[in-house]
Structures are given as structure tokens and as C-alpha cells.
């Protein structure tokens, strides 16, 4: 499949010779491209409704953003990057649909920039039922363990840290500055559960309990109280909360939490997108005419887009300034304002840029066949955040870190001393 | 509109029938829906239950808690899954379901776990369920609990109840729709003809019946049509035959009236001969009166004779002469007693006269009786008694005749005892002496006066004939005045009939006929 294509891709490397065949070359792709027939097509499918949707369309920005700029390039081999994309609505059987209709119907090169625990933890036995046709995941939004480890960890390739790390970071920085009576906020799914595991082993690593839990359902509204949720973990007298949810949610919690005058620090993990939390607590905060950004704590497994000495940060801006992309219209929500700046689509700018190298290292990037190889064995990738990213036929996690960001003046900072939550 | 009796009674019947039918059908089903439903939940429950166990056990032994609980939040969602929890061997819960945090009971459930899989459980603020629990690697690596909730399945029971209801109500429904429409279809024909029965009581034969169907209301309908069609004919006909009888009725009254006329006429007919009677009876007194005169002037003779006591012995040559005329004397007196004899006939024949007029006036109250179209019966009857009377008149006539001569006779006697008298007078003197023979002579003088009385009895008692006649014809009258008056009933008792007769005309021309 894709041969000739691939020969006139494999002529743009060669020399100036062969300009004006290019030019005609490049006339054809576009007419190829209006029928999708030779695009490099990855596909989507994400929450771009519900509670959860400023997760799915800022990581689709983020990447899509990219993806322009690469295509207005020219390509990857002179092949565009489309994306095809469904909404899952953050819930794991429209997931699971999603998946099968871009495999089979869309026959998509490869999944790309899923989002969630409960959505991907479901759709990867689906992987394994179509290994013929090399299909790999890449660079879940999420940090669950079940696409890190046997027997799905072979189709699917990370970025980011897993929330087993994320959460090991935080009970850690809890512990050194004497906040040893942990209790747990968190989505009741893989999602959270997985939140929970990683602070329970390393409590369990110190000898310690968790010393209270409580849950909320995946979808649960800013608008509802989670008071109940509040007064269960407040009577336990915790010392630190490591909430483990969707930002709709953890607001809420952080709301009725501050409003009950309870000011204990509140951790929460990447997932939650920070921005979109920040923004409901300093929207209600204003109306209320209350504080609820005080005594926060993000962890992130990308750095901060404030930090501007970083080539990624400096490129990522200046991606989302001249290429921002909407999703099309028929799965944006006309009610969801963007973001400019965002964690969340800073990690998809990455998950494109990385995603862009290795297509870029493939000979023929529509050969699913030595897809796996790419990504595998050809060393390191910079992606311009001073750590570089590398895979290995054992190590499907690109990077390990995890930066830890606070409220400051009405925006993330990242945390220079944890001493200021001492007890 | 009036509701029929029979309609309320059959939709009724129907209604309650229904009612019950529906009622024990939805008892009986509702329990067996219950029972049923909640065996299913808890099969499901231990199904679900299994089903996690048997996956879960290379899961549960790699200790990926977020796998777990993806299988978990799988199962979570199937309907009437309240919970479910996951407890590894050290019996610590390492995946769940629930909000806001794990209920407390659960840790009563994990303690006893392996004693038994089902169990009843009410978790603080979250509900009742029903915890069906499975062993995960025959408990070698943890234990699934599976939490039915109570309320879902009572729900689902009861909204599966409700459905059953609302089916039987609308069934019921529709019975009542069909038992009504029936009900009528079968009332309303009836109805009506109870209706046209009702006009046709009233006196209306023009009332119509419009209902047509082949069943056996249309066959009611049908024969109160017939019914209402031969009452207009009969009735027709009664009011024709009315007017006839009133016409008759008219005429017997007539005929009644003339039939008093009639009697009234022999009325004063049969007093005419009462007075006849009367009249001839007065004469018969007189003769009596005569006749006791007669005696008195012998009695007187004899007492004249016994005052010629001188010349009695002078006598006895007279005496002959004296027997003589006392013979002719006996001999006038002898026809005299003849004559009262014939007298003695008459009367009888009078007496038969009176029987015959007696049989007559039988007759005539026997004809009086048949009165009706023989008023001319009594002009032949009122001709015999007629007859009858002149009969009587010339019988009379006779009698009087017969008295005359008598009278004569008498005065015979008289002028013969004159001359008698003359000779006693020429021999005073000679019979003074005479006194015994005189003696003899006055009391042969006084043998003849009871002779005389009792001429004057036979003239007495016809006069007493004659009286009876004029009873009898006074009873004639009294029957005449009867029979008048039974006429006059008649009369009445047809007037009556001739008003009955107007009066069943009246009622029957009320009754409105067809034309």
C-alpha cells in the first residue's frame, strides 16, 4: 500500500534535480489529500463533552496546533498529519466504540492522545485483537498503571509519568515536611483507584495507613456539594488530602472543603487539569467572595509553560500563538472557552512533537511494521525540556519526572520549597 | 334519559366479574413477579460475583489495583448492582464501588466471609442489598462481594407490577367499554320496546319502533310492530261495532218506552172493570137489603096473624085458603129460591169469569215480561180481558133481570098476602079463637124467614164474589203496575246500556289509531 506515494516521498530527499517532478508531486498529494487516501491519519478519541472536556479539546489543541505547523512545513516525507477524532465523553464504552470504528472503518495509522484512566484501561485488550495490524497506542493522557505493565505495556508507548509516581512524589514531600496523616480524595474508577494504589504503597513503604478515604462518581458537576465527601475525610483529621479526579470535581471538593473552614493542603495529580480547576475555584472564589486557591498543590508530569528558558516552552508558545486549532465544530462545545497557555496542551504539543521525530526517523512512515523499531531503537529523542526521552523494548514511558506546581497570584508556579506547608 | 334497569344490571355484573378477574390475576402475578424477579437479581448477582472471581485472580495476584477495579467498574454498571467490593487475603478492601466512602458493615461481611455467599445487609447511608460474595482462587487470593440493591430490585419489581396493572386496567377497561356496548345493543332494542308498550298502554298506537337487527331483540321488535299492528286493527273494529250497539241500544230503549205505554194503557183498563165489579156488588148488597126486608114483613105477617087469636077457630075453614096462598106463597118462594139458584150459577160463572181474568192477567205479566219486541202481545190480552168484562156486564144484567122478577114475585106474594090478610080480616073474629092454629100458622110464617136469609146470604155472598172480582182486578192492577214499573226498569237498564255503550265508545275512540 501507499507505494508510488512513498517513492515520490523518498524523491523530495533526493537532489534539486528533480524540483519541478516535486512540485508536481506535491500538486498530486494535494489532490490525494482531499480523499484522505495517503495521510498519515492518527486517531482520536477523547472526552470533548462532559465534565472532563477541557482535557480532551486542550491536549487536542495542543497536538493539532502542531500538526499545522508541521504540515505547513510540508509534512512528515511530504505526507500530512490529519487527525481523526471522536468524542467518548470521558466514558469507557463510547471509548471502546470509538476505537473499533477507527480501526476498521477510518483505518487510522495509529491511536494517539487518548484520554483517561477508565477509557484507555478499557480499550486496550482491543489492542492485542488487532496485532496483525500493528497497532499502537501513543501517549495516553493518563498515568495508570494497566498500559505500563503486562500484558498491554507492549502496544502502547507513554510520555508522561505515571500516577503511581506522581502520587509517590507527593506522599513523599508530605512526609518530609512532617505531614504523615494522609487521607484520600478520589474518583471512584481505575482512575482513581490507581491514585489510591500509589499513595497506599508508599505509605505502606513508610510502615503508614492512609488514614481516611472517601469517593465521588466519574461525572459529578461543579454545581453538586461534595460536603458529604468533606466531612468524612475532615473528621479523620488528616493531615494532607492527595485528591485523585477530574477538575469539576476536585474544585467542588476544594469549594465545600474551604467554605467548612478546613484550610489543610490539597494535592492534587495531573489529570486534573490545572487550569481548568483553577479557573472554576477563582470564577466561584470571585462570587463568593472567598479564597479557595490557598494551600493548593498540582503535580505535573510536564514543566511549567511559564519557564520560558526551555526551547519546548519558547516553540510551544509560539505554536499556540500562530497555529492554534480549534476542534472541528461538530465536537466543540460552543459553551467551553480555551485556554491559552495550558498544561495539558503543552503535554499534547509534546506528545506531537515526539510523535512528528519518530514518524520523521521512519523511512516510510506508513509502514506500521517498522513502527515499533522506530520508536524502539533509535535512541534518544529531544523534545527541548533539558530531559531528554528515550524507549526501549522494556521501557515504554518516555519520561519519569515530576514537576510540582502551586496557586500563585492567580496562576501554577512551579513549588521552589515545600517547607512553607511544614508542621 | 332513564338508564335501563336490565342495562345497570348487566354492566354491573360485568364490571364486578371483571374486577375480581383482574384483581386476583394481578395478586397472583404480582407475588409471582416478586418472587421470581428477586430469585433472578440474586442469580445475577452471583453470576457477576463468579464472574470477577474467576477473572480477577491473575489480576488480584499482579496487585494491579486500578485493573481490578476497571473489571469492578464493569460490573458496577449493570442494573441492580448496588456495590461491588474486592478483599484481598489479608482482608483489606483493595477495589470498591462506593460513594462517598466504604460503609462500615462491610467489615462485619469480610470477617465472615467464608461462612456463607448470601447474605442480607443494610449499609449505613447507602441502603438494603442483598451481598452475594464469591472466593477468588477458592479464596486463596481474596473474595468478590456483589451488592444487589434492595431498592433497585423493588423498584424493578414494582415498575414490572405497575406495567401488569396498567395492562389489567386498560383490559379492564376495555371489558367495561365491551360489556357496555354489548349490554346496550341488547337493552336498547328491549327499551325501546319497552317504551312503544308503554305508549300502546297509554292509548297510543301510533308509536314507531326503529331498531333493526337480526337477533332475537330485532325479533322483539319485530313482534311488538306485529302486536301494535293488530291492536290498531282491533281497535278499529271495536270502535266501529261500538257505534252499532250505541244504535241498538237507542232503538231497545225505544221499544221499552212503548212497552210502557202499553202497560200503562191495560192499567186503566183493569180499573175500568174493578169499577164494574164494584158497582155490581153494591147492587147484590141492595137486593140482600130487600130480601131481609121481605123477611121482616113476613115476620111482621106472622106477628099480625098471631094478634087474630078470637077468630081462630073461624080460621080453620081459611085455613085451607090460607094454605093455599101459603102454598103458593112457598111455591113463589120456591122459584124465588130458584132464581137464587141461577143467582148461585151466575155467581159462579162470575167466579170463572174472575179465574179467567185471573189466568189473563198471568198471561199478561208472562207477556209483559217478553215485553221487548211483543208490545203487541198486550193489545190482544187488554181485548180479552175487554171481553171478559162484558161477559161480567151481561152476567150482571141477568142478575138483575133475575132480581126484577123476584121482585115481582115478591110483590105476588105481597098482593096474595093482602088477599090473605083481607080473609084473616074477615075471619078476625073467627080465628081469634083460632090462636093454636094461628100458633101453627106463625111458626110455619117464621120457617120461612131463615129460607129468605138465606137467599140473602146466596145474594150476600155475591156480592162478596164481586168484591173478590174487583180485588182480583185491584191485584191486576198492582200486577200491571209491576210489570209497569219492571218496564220502566228495563227502560233504565237499556238507558244504562246506552250509556255503557257511549261510554265504551268514549274509551275506545281515546285509543289513537293509525289511518
Known sequence: MGRPLGQSGNAALRPKLFRRKILIAAALLLLFSAADAEDLVVGVSAAFSGPSRGLGIELYRGSISYFEMINRQGGVHGKRISVKAYDDGYEPDSAIQNTIRLIEKDDVLLLFDYVGTPTVTRVLPLLPQYRDRDLFLFFPFTGAQPQRQAPYDKYVFNLRASYREETQGLVNHFLEIGRKRIAVFYQIDAYGRSGWDGVKRTLAEHGLKMVAEATYRRGTPFSESLQKQVDILKNAGPDAIVSVGSYAACAAFIRDARNSGWNVPIANVSFVGSENLLNLLLESGAKAGKNYTQNLINSQVVPSYEDTRLAAVREYRDVMKRFSQMPPAHLMDPGYKPLPYSFVSFEGFLNAKLLVEILRRMENPLDRKSLRDAVESTGEFDLGIETPVSFGPEKHQGLDTVYYSTVENGSFHPIKDWNRWKQ | ?515
Open chain 2, 1 to 515: 334519559m332513564r338508564i335501563s334497569r336490565l342495562f345497570l344490571k348487566t354492566v354491573f355484573s360485568i364490571i364486578f366479574l371483571l374486577a375480581i378477574f383482574a384483581l386476583s390475576t394481578m395478586l397472583y402475578f404480582s407475588r409471582q413477579l416478586r418472587i421470581r424477579m428477586i430469585g433472578e437479581f440474586e442469580s445475577k448477582g452471583k453470576a457477576i460475583a463468579d464472574s470477577i472471581a474467576n477473572s480477577g485472580g491473575e489480576v488480584l495476584l499482579s496487585r494491579d489495583a486500578s485493573t481490578i477495579q476497571a473489571v469492578v467498574d464493569q460490573y458496577g454498571e449493570i442494573d441492580g448492582v448496588g456495590y461491588v467490593f474486592v478483599v484481598d487475603v489479608d482482608h483489606e478492601i483493595i477495589a470498591h464501588t462506593f460513594v462517598p466512602a466504604v460503609p462500615p458493615e462491610t467489615s462485619l461481611i469480610i470477617q465472615e466471609q467464608a461462612s456463607t455467599d448470601r447474605r442480607d445487609i443494610r449499609m449505613s447511608g447507602q441502603g438494603d442489598y442483598v451481598d452475594i460474595s464469591a472466593p477468588i482462587l477458592a479464596g486463596a487470593a481474596g473474595y468478590v462481594h456483589v451488592g444487589m440493591d434492595r431498592g433497585v430490585i423493588q423498584n424493578q419489581v414494582k415498575s414490572a407490577i405497575q406495567d401488569e396493572a396498567s395492562l389489567m386496567v386498560v383490559l379492564f377497561l376495555i371489558g367495561i367499554l365491551v360489556a357496555y356496548l354489548l349490554a346496550r345493543s341488547i337493552t336498547r332494542p328491549i327499551q325501546a320496546a319497552a317504551r312503544a308498550a308503554e305508549a300502546v298502554a297509554g292509548g297510543d298506537l301510533n308509536v314507531k319502533i326503529d331498531v333493526v337487527s337480526k337477533d332475537e331483540t330485532g325479533q322483539l321488535s319485530e313482534s311488538v310492530r306485529t302486536m301494535i299492528r293488530n291492536l290498531n286493527s282491533v281497535v278499529g273494529q271495536v270502535q266501529k261495532a261500538g257505534i252499532q250497539v250505541l244504535s241498538m241500544a237507542t232503538k231497545i230503549s225505544a221499544t221499552s218506552k212503548d212497552q210502557e205505554a202499553a202497560v200503562n194503557d191495560f192499567r186503566v183498563f183493569t180499573t175500568e172493570v174493578s169499577a164494574t165489579a164494584r158497582a155490581i156488588s153494591a147492587t147484590s148488597s141492595e137486593l140482600a137489603q130487600t130480601m131481609m126486608e121481605v123477611s121482616r114483613v113476613a115476620s111482621e105477617t106472622g106477628e099480625l096473624a098471631g094478634t087474630g087469636k078470637s077468630g081462630l077457630h073461624s080460621m080453620e075453614t081459611y085455613m085451607h085458603q090460607l094454605v093455599a096462598a101459603s102454598q103458593a106463597i112457598s111455591s113463589y118462594f120456591a122459584e124465588l129460591n130458584e132464581k137464587a139458584e141461577k143467582v148461585n150459577t151466575m155467581v159462579t160463572a162470575i167466579t170463572k169469569v174472575a179465574d179467567q181474568t185471573n189466568l189473563l192477567s198471568l198471561n199478561a205479566s208472562i207477556e209483559a215480561e217478553k215485553a221487548g219486541q211483543y208490545g203487541l202481545g198486550f193489545g190482544v190480552v187488554a181485548e180479552e180481558i175487554r171481553r171478559l168484562a162484558d161477559q161480567t156486564a151481561v152476567s150482571s144484567l141477568e142478575i138483575e133481570k133475575t132480581v126484577a122478577e123476584m121482585r115481582s114475585a115478591v110483590s105476588k106474594g105481597v098482593r096474595s098476602t093482602e088477599d090473605f090478610s083481607q080473609s084473616v080480616e074477615k075471619s078476625a073474629e073467627r080465628i081469634t079463637n083460632l090462636g093454636a092454629q094461628l100458633s101453627l100458622i106463625i111458626e110455619k110464617v117464621e120457617t120461612l124467614t131463615p129460607r129468605f136469609e138465606s137467599a140473602s146470604d146466596s145474594t150476600q155472598s155475591q156480592a162478596e164474589a164481586a168484591q173478590q172480582i174487583s180485588e182480583s182486578m185491584f191485584h191486576l192492577n198492582e200486577a200491571a203496575q209491576k210489570t209497569a214499573a219492571t218496564v220502566d226498569e228495563f227502560r233504565q237498564i237499556t238507558e244504562q246500556l246506552h250509556q255503557a255503550v257511549r261510554g265504551l265508545q268514549q274509551e275506545v275512540s281515546r285509543i289513537k289509531v293509525r289511518n
